[in-house]
């Protein structure tokens, strides 16, 4: 079984080269099933990627990029995405256990109502992405991302972690936080500091919230 450890989680992720697990070459990742399983798919432009009500069991994806990406009920478990372009995908209303997205970009997505259970981003562009009502029910891990003016929205991240991610202007609205991880990043310039109530930072951040305070705060500083 393979792991990666972020701070005080560990991650479970898919492991695709265990001896006898074979990936057949998939031309499209829809099925009249609603199941697509032990699959390979890659190395496509595509105008539209459209998929609902459907499963994608242990396979890799790689190298996809679609201008209009639209994911509904599309429920992942065992895959790695890398390298790939689904741009201001909608994706609502979806699970993904042991899931991978590396070097992938969702910039401006719209993630709703999503439900992770041991899943990594890793290197990957998520600014202006919409987070609403995601839901972290086990480990879940965003390493080296860049969440620019990111949103999260009615959001559970109990327990996540964030490792060496770029956080500018990312905001934190109302949701749960409780041991979310933000210790190694930048934090002097993120927003919705008073929803991140019993997250964990080191203690040389407590300056660095200061600042994101101040600034959010809008303070004027007088020498009257």
């Not at 190298?63 to 995908?89: I, P, Y």
Request: proline content about 2%; some cysteine; glycine content about 8%.
């Amino acid at each position: 079984m393979a792991t990666r450890t972020f701070g005080h989680v560990t991650v479970t992720t898919p492991d695709l080269d265990e001896p006898g697990l074979y990936l057949s070459n998939v031309h499209t990742l829809d099925s009249p099933r609603g199941t697509v399983q032990d699959f390979a798919y890659g190395d496509a432009d595509l105008r539209s990627l459209e998929l609902s009500d459907t499963q994608l069991i242990t396979g890799r994806i790689n190298s996809v990029r679609s201008k209009r990406v639209q994911l509904e009920a599309l429920n992942l478990h065992g895959v790695e995405v890398t390298g790939s372009d689904f741009g201001t995908a909608r994706w609502s209303e979806s699970k993904l256990t042991r899931v991978v997205l590396r070097d992938c970009k969702l910039m401006g997505a719209a993630l709703d109502g999503l439900v992770l259970d041991d899943v990594l981003f890793e290197d990957c562009k998520l600014d202006f992405a919409a987070f609403e009502k995601v839901r972290a029910t086990g480990p879940v891990a965003f390493s080296g991302c860049v969440l620019t003016e990111a949103t999260f929205t009615d959001c559970d991240l109990t327990e996540v972690v964030f490792s060496e991610c770029t956080l500018r202007l990312t905001e934190f609205g109302a949701g749960r936080y409780r041991d979310t991880d933000l210790r190694g990043n930048d934090l002097s310039v993120i927003r919705g500091l008073a929803n991140l109530k019993k997250i964990r930072i080191n203690p040389g951040q407590q300056a660095e919230l200061a600042e994101a305070l101040v600034a959010e705060l809008d303070v004027a500083f007088g020498d009257d």
